[in-house]
């Protein structure tokens, strides 16, 4: 029976065995069970992170990078890295489910965007340091992701768009600001471990009118490839060091049960609920971080300043001509 099977059908399957074959080598021989116990909030806290960010497109780094940097106070640059080595389980897991369910994603852009922002994440990690301190750093992204979840859920909240997906054409011009904007995101994400899968996201939706329901599939397999590519180069930079090991020996048995749930989940149920629990997700975020920093006045300035800009960015990119964006 099982032979009868096409073997796509069951790479979900073989792709969560080698994990754990790999988890128990990791756990037993370099971690210990220990570290295990040691990070136990993370792995409850990697059940919802892999799960919502899977479901939607900010990924599980949206989770895991303030768990890490402000409950167990690790710099953000180690943060980073780990977001990046659990999401290359978490997210290729749920690109798998992706595949093995043959849900429509944009192959023609996913091609483009994962060139152009891992160039911009080699830029970065080699020549261009996070600008910002940590707590500074969630500020700014928490008020990005709340302007970006707002803003697509205003835009869509009356239009109805057909769930296809045809060859996209680009001309000169548009490729370029395509690529300008992918770049861009990859070095975002050579700070925090995640914001490509975002930044990719908006453009379908904004610029290639692309549904959500293609949109956060394409998303999600730009972020595992992001991730497995970005991984591979910091073990061979020496970037990934014992306290990574331990927090991945906590989080890759749930990420990879989580994620491709979160992403099955969410397409099932469609367009709406993709955009009401991404805007569930950005404001929760953001009366955390609120709450957490704005009694600095330097903070909530901050805070207006991005979802200013923000919102300015996002609409420049939805008033680009959609007219060849088929």
């Given at each position: 029976?099982?032979?009868?099977?096409?073997?796509?059908?069951?790479?979900?399957?073989?792709?969560?065995?080698?994990?754990?074959?790999?988890?128990?080598?990791?756990?037993?021989?370099?971690?210990?069970?220990a570290g295990i116990a040691e990070n136990y909030i993370l792995s409850f806290a990697m059940m919802a992170g892999?799960?919502?960010?899977?479901?939607?497109?900010?990924?599980?780094?949206?989770?895991?990078?303030?768990?890490?940097?402000?409950?167990?106070?690790?710099?953000?640059?180690?943060?980073?890295?780990?977001?990046?080595?659990?999401?290359?389980?978490?997210?290729?897991?749920?690109?798998?489910?992706?595949?093995?369910?043959?849900?429509?994603?944009?192959?023609?852009?996913?091609?483009?965007?994962?060139?152009?922002?891992?160039?911009?994440?080699?830029?970065?990690?080699?020549?261009?340091?996070?600008?910002?301190?940590?707590?500074?750093?969630?500020?700014?992204?928490?008020?990005?992701?709340?302007?970006?979840?707002?803003?697509?859920?205003?835009?869509?909240?009356?239009?109805?768009?057909?769930?296809?997906?045809?060859?996209?054409?680009?001309?000169?011009?548009?490729?370029?600001?395509?690529?300008?904007?992918?770049?861009?995101?990859?070095?975002?994400?050579?700070?925090?471990?995640?914001?490509?899968?975002?930044?990719?996201?908006?453009?379908?939706?904004?610029?290639?009118?692309?549904?959500?329901?293609?949109?956060?599939?394409?998303?999600?397999?730009?972020?595992?490839?992001?991730?497995?590519?970005?991984?591979?180069?910091?073990?061979?930079?020496?970037?990934?060091?014992?306290?990574?090991?331990?927090?991945?020996?906590?989080?890759?048995?749930?990420?990879?049960?989580?994620?491709?749930?979160?992403?099955?989940?969410?397409?099932?149920?469609?367009?709406?609920?993709?955009?009401?629990?991404?805007?569930?997700?950005?404001?929760?975020?953001?009366?955390?971080?609120?709450?957490?920093?704005?009694?600095?006045?330097?903070?909530?300035?901050?805070?207006?300043?991005?979802?200013?800009?923000?919102?300015?960015?996002?609409?420049?990119?939805?008033?680009?001509?959609?007219?060849?964006?088929?």
């Open positions: 029976m099982f032979l009868q099977r096409p073997l796509y059908k069951d790479a979900l399957h073989l792709f969560r065995f080698f994990c754990l074959i790999l988890w128990l080598l990791l756990t037993v021989y370099i971690t210990g069970l892999a799960f919502v960010g899977s479901a939607t497109p900010v990924g599980g780094g949206v989770v895991a990078f303030p768990v890490l940097t402000f409950i167990k106070q690790i710099p953000a640059k180690e943060a980073a890295v780990f977001c990046l080595a659990m999401q290359s389980f978490g997210m290729s897991a749920s690109s798998l489910a992706i595949f093995t369910h043959k849900l429509p994603v944009d192959k023609f852009l996913i091609t483009w965007c994962v060139i152009t922002s891992f160039l911009g994440y080699l830029l970065a990690l080699f020549y261009i340091p996070n600008p910002f301190s940590s707590a500074g750093l969630k500020v700014f992204f928490s008020s990005f992701w709340l302007a970006f979840g707002a803003a697509i859920f205003l835009v869509r909240r009356k239009q109805t768009i057909r769930r296809t997906v045809a060859l996209t054409r680009v001309n000169g011009w548009r490729l370029l600001s395509f690529i300008a904007i992918c770049f861009a995101g990859g070095i975002v994400t050579s700070w925090i471990g995640n914001g490509i899968d975002v930044v990719f996201f908006c453009v379908l939706i904004l610029m290639f009118s692309r549904t959500e329901s293609v949109a956060t599939p394409s998303a999600v397999i730009v972020m595992a490839l992001i991730s497995l590519l970005a991984t591979v180069l910091n073990i061979s930079a020496g970037n990934v060091n014992m306290q990574t090991l331990t927090y991945l020996s906590a989080t890759i048995p749930v990420v990879i049960i989580f994620a491709p749930l979160g992403i099955l989940f969410s397409v099932r149920h469609g367009d709406a609920f993709i955009r009401k629990l991404l805007l569930a997700l950005v404001i929760i975020q953001y009366l955390f971080t609120a709450v957490a920093f704005f009694r600095q006045l330097d903070y909530l300035l901050l805070s207006m300043l991005v979802i200013a800009l923000s919102f300015i960015l996002l609409f420049a990119i939805g008033c680009i001509d959609k007219r060849k964006a088929v």
